[in-house]
C-alpha cells in the first residue's frame, strides 16, 4: 500500500480566484455550469 501525501491550504481573501476557478471545474464536471459560475462568491471572505 503506497502513502498518499496531499497540501492543506487555508484560503484568504487573495485566494477569492481560486474559488471561482474551482466553481467553474465543478460546472464542468457535473455539466451544470450556471448553477456553478452565475453566482460567484464575493471578492470578500
Do not use: I, W, Y
Request: aromatic share 8%; hydrophobic share 35%.
Amino acid at each position: 500500500m503506497s502513502t498518499q501525501r496531499f497540501t492543506l491550504k487555508r484560503l484568504t481573501s487573495d485566494d477569492v480566484f481560486l474559488l471561482r476557478e474551482l466553481n467553474a471545474l465543478f460546472g464542468n464536471a457535473f455539466s451544470d455550469c450556471e448553477t456553478h459560475e452565475n453566482d460567484p462568491p464575493s471578492d470578500v471572505l
